[in-house]
């Protein structure tokens, strides 16, 4: 029996191998970034029919170790198929009991997304006449940040961007691009064609590349944490960002989606700019309209719970959604998805899970198509300045505050 992590996505510490099934295991924190680890994603051959233990004995020192209660760590025989299996959490040691039905059988903390099909999804993606895939710049280590462009840009057509993965170790964001990806390459979608007329495009499946190749949580090869670097991004140590925001002065911003996952709260969720200088009555509206769409087309979706709302001018300008939202003075979303499960629709078997991230991603662009005509327009009449407060969830804290690795 063996276990082994040397691939992209791979992150963990084999710290002993006790025999019958039972191995030590450690988390690995972030490339540069001592303050990130959370994320693990390992191989376990020859143990098929043998009840294994697998005991990660450092997640308690996790980034957000209380994020594990109540998680359940997700294992595939083909990478293809992700199923939950048994986890328990002491506070100290996430333990996974399950007995392989395989000689191999791979354990995540999510279903990873892996870079091989990052390049089918964008070569998929380039062979619909309406698509066009760009490389805009590279990331620390070289690697290409793809831009999938649909639609013809011109006079009057409305820019909407969409970028996931920042965090790296939150693949549930690519899977999200994928199910949004895929529909806007469907010839045989109707409502997706009718789009093109009156919007063009901009989305980055993979924001970190190198991130997702390391096996990291939140940070980028120079262990800079991405949704933090958008006030001043560095050809050096940020270059994922700088590219992404150029373009984006080139082409303008109406609307903006910045796709993550949450490690604590089991809710697909949004976070808005309730908290920038320059939100107003219109954006406000505009963020209710494009909630309760997603709402009505997603039964996955809810606007009861998420992050406690900023006061005003408390919206953190380093992350990208608050930052594009001030910019451009836009309907601007940062979008949440569970590593655990959605606790208003439980799937006991998967949990949350890549086809529910892609369907929810697939029916963003219903959301979009009902803001569409309203993003730029004037407010239709006067809102009530309060707006309503709706929203005001009781998720638990986003992210981390200290956020240089
Ligand atoms: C957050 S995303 C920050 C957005 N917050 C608000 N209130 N607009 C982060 O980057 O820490 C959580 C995440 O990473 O998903
Ligand atoms: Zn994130």
Not at 135 to 143: F, N
Not at 185 to 200: P, S
Not at 359 to 379: K, P
């Amino acid at each position: 029996m063996n276990i082994d992590a040397a691939f992209d996505g791979g992150s963990i510490e084999v710290v002993a191998d006790r025999g019958d099934g039972a191995f030590e295991l450690a988390l690995r924190p972030d490339t540069n970034a001592e303050d990130f680890r959370q994320w693990f994603c390992f191989t376990l051959r020859g143990a098929r029919g043998q009840a294994c233990t697998l005991t990660i004995g450092n997640a308690g020192q996790a980034t957000y170790p209380d994020a594990f209660e109540g998680y359940r760590a997700t294992a595939s025989y083909d990478g293809r198929r992700w199923f939950r299996v048994p986890t328990s959490f002491d506070g100290e040691r996430l333990v996974v009991s399950h007995t392989p039905r395989a000689d191999r059988v791979t354990y995540a903390y999510f279903a990873p997304y892996p870079w091989d099909r990052h390049e089918k999804l964008l070569r998929r993606a380039s062979r619909a006449p309406w698509v066009t895939v760009r490389t805009i710049g590279a990331s620390v280590e070289g690697r290409a940040m793809g831009l999938v462009v649909v639609g013809e840009p011109g006079d009057g057509k409305l820019r909407i961007w969409v970028t996931a993965r920042q965090h790296p170790g939150e693949t549930m964001a690519e899977w999200f691009l994928e199910g949004l990806i895929t529909r806007l390459a469907d010839e045989d979608d109707e409502h997706a064609q009718a789009l093109l007329g009156r919007a063009v495009f901009y989305l980055v499946p993979n924001m970190n590349p190198d991130g997702g190749v390391h096996g990291n949580l939140r940070a980028n090869a120079a262990g800079r944490n991405l949704n933090r670097a958008w006030l001043d991004p560095s050809a050096e140590t940020s270059p994922e960002v700088l590219c992404v925001r150029e373009e984006m002065e080139r082409t303008g911003v109406d609307l903006f989606l910045d796709v993550h996952g949450d490690e604590r709260n089991p809710y697909c969720f949004l976070a808005g700019c309730e908290g920038n200088p320059g939100y107003s009555p219109r954006l406000r509206f505009l963020e209710n309209v494009f909630e309760q769409s997603l709402c009505a087309h997603n039964s996955d979706f809810q606007d009861e719970y998420g992050y406690d709302r900023d006061e005003p001018g408390g919206g953190d300008l380093r992350t990208a959604g608050n930052w594009v939202g001030e910019r451009f003075d836009c309907l601007s979303y940062t979008v949440e998805m569970p590593f655990k499960d959605n606790a208003i629709a439980p799937d006991e078997e998967s949990g949350w899970s890549p086809e529910r991230s892609m369907h929810l991603g697939a029916c963003a662009l219903d959301a979009v198509a009902d803001t569409l005509d309203r993003l730029r327009g004037e407010i239709p009449f006067e809102t009530d300045s309060e707006g309503d407060d709706e929203g005001d969830g009781e998720g638990e804290g986003e992210g981390d505050d200290d956020d240089e690795g």
